[in-house]
């Protein structure tokens, strides 16, 4: 019986286990922007501009991939209009 490729693959499959717990590193994650067709890297600056977003506009705290996509359209109109400096254009 041979050992050799079930061992391969074993460790494939841990290595894109491991892969997405891995590349988030600083807690940073990436969002794609399909209205503006950009990245956005959403960490503690996006963060802070996302609850800036809710304050200015009247809206109850919730966490992003609970907003309906109405409502994250509306947040890119916003975020597009208060700076670029935070967008991952790679």
Do not use: F, K, N
């Amino acid at each position: 019986m041979q050992r050799g490729p079930h061992y391969i693959v074993s460790l494939l499959l841990a290595s894109a286990l491991a892969l997405p717990v891995l590349s988030t590193g600083c807690g940073e994650h990436r969002y794609y922007d399909p209205y503006y067709h950009d990245y956005h890297r959403w960490g503690p600056d996006e963060d802070a501009y996302y609850l800036r977003w809710e304050r200015e506009t009247h809206r109850e705290h919730r966490e992003w991939r609970a907003r309906r996509a109405e409502e994250q359209r509306e947040y890119w109109t916003w975020r597009h209009g208060h700076g670029d400096r935070d967008h991952d254009r790679h």
